[in-house]
C-alpha cells in the first residue's frame, strides 16, 4: 500500500507510544476537535492526538453519530495537517464502508490510527462479525493503521466485565491493536486488564479517578471523549458571563 508522507513513520511512533509503559504511566492522548485544538495540544507537549467523533460532531452542528463521512473525513485532514504529531480518528463504526475503502480514506485525511465501535443503533452488533469486520479491516490496512477496537458492553448496559472480555479477546485475535471498553467502570479495570491482551484504552472523566490512578489500575492509554470540548465550552461560557 502507498502511503501518504510520513504515514509510515506515524504509525511506527503510535504503536511504540502504547508499549514498554511503565505503571501509573499511561499514554495520555487529548481530543482535538478542529486544527485550532490540535495545535494547542501539540503545543503543550502532546505525543499523539486522538480525535472524538462527537467533539468534532458538535463543532460541525451536528449531534454524535450523525455528522456525513465526507465532513467526517475533511474535519480529520484539517486535524492531521495542522500537527506534526501522529493522530487516530474516531471513525464510529466505518459509515458503511467496505474496509478497503475505509482504509485509504482515513489514509488520504492524514490518520495512522482509528476507533471502530462494535454497537449501532444502541444495540450491540453481533461479536464475531465485528470481528471479521476488524480482520477485513486489518488486511486492508496491513501495519499502516492502529486498530483501537471500542467495545461498548458497559455503554448499553452491561454491568458485568465477563461479556466485555470476550469480545476483546475476539477483537485481539482478529487484529486489533488495542482494546477500548468505554464507559467501563472502576472496579471492572482489574479484571479487565486481567483477562485482555495488549493495550487497554479507558476514558477519563471529570468526576473518575486520575490519569495515574487509571494507569496503575492498568490502563495504557487515556482518552477523554469530547470531555476537552465540554471543558472549553463551559469556560467560554465563563468568560462571556463576564463581557457585559
Known sequence: MVNPTGTARGVETLRAL?????????????GPWDAASARTLEAAGTPALATPSAGIAHSL????????????????????????????ADIEGGYGLAPKELVERLLAA????????????????DPAEQADFLAAVREAAGADVFVNARVDTFLRGVAE????????????????????PILAPVDAVPALRAGIEGPLNLVAKPDGPAVRELGELGATRITFGPGLLHATMGALTAITSELG
Do not use: W
Open 61 to 88: 452542528g451536528y449531534e454524535d453519530g450523525q455528522v456525513p463521512p465526507e465532513e467526517m473525513f475533511a474535519a480529520i485532514a484539517r486535524i492531521t495537517r495542522s500537527v506534526s504529531v501522529p493522530v487516530s
Open 18 to 30: 502504547h508499549h514498554g509503559r511503565a505503571p501509573g504511566d499511561p499514554l495520555v492522548l487529548p
Open 161 to 180: 466485565p465477563e461479556p466485555a472480555i470476550e469480545r476483546a479477546r475476539r477483537y485481539v485475535a482478529a487484529g486489533a491493536d488495542c482494546v477500548y
Open 110 to 125: 492524514g490518520a495512522v490510527g482509528c476507533n471502530l465501535e462494535d454497537s449501532a443503533d444502541g444495540a450491540l452488533k
